[in-house]
């Protein structure tokens, strides 16, 4: 069984940055693929970045390609989430999540579990 937290998340103006982080125990996630998903009111959630293998590869959607990036800790068992310069359709609940296995996926149904999520509110 892994347990994922979430933490980081508020409110910040448009233009801003946030620095999401999840902390996982219960398993080393440096060998399964690892991914933010966010979900806004009334949208399904949705891919945001993923991170897979000891080289570290990384995947964004293109909304946040530039702005964001996902990094690992494997010493300290940590995936975080950078983001810049926040849009209001940043707007969302942000999970982190494992992978079932170590491949790429931009799927939901390809992570075995998830965290409780953390709210990013960004005003214009």
């Known amino acids: 069984q892994v347990q994922l937290v979430e933490s980081g998340g508020g409110l910040v103006q448009a233009g801003g940055s946030l620095r999401l982080s999840c902390a996982a125990s219960?398993?080393?996630?440096?060998?399964?693929?690892m991914g933010w998903f966010r979900q806004a009111p009334g949208k399904e959630r949705e891919f945001v970045a993923g991170?897979?293998?000891?080289?570290?590869?990384?995947r964004y959607s293109d909304s946040v390609k530039g702005r964001f990036t996902i990094s690992r800790d494997n010493t300290r068992n940590t995936v975080a989430l950078q983001m810049n310069s926040l849009k209001p359709e940043d707007a969302a609940v942000y999970y982190c999540?494992?992978?079932?296995?170590?491949?790429?996926?931009?799927?939901?149904?390809?992570?075995?579990?998830w965290g409780q999520g953390t709210q990013v509110t960004v005003s214009s």
């Open positions: 219960g398993r080393s996630v440096n060998t399964y693929a």
């Open positions: 991170l897979w293998g000891l080289v570290m590869f990384t």
């Open positions: 999540a494992v992978g079932r296995t170590n491949r790429a996926s931009t799927m939901p149904s390809d992570y075995e579990y």
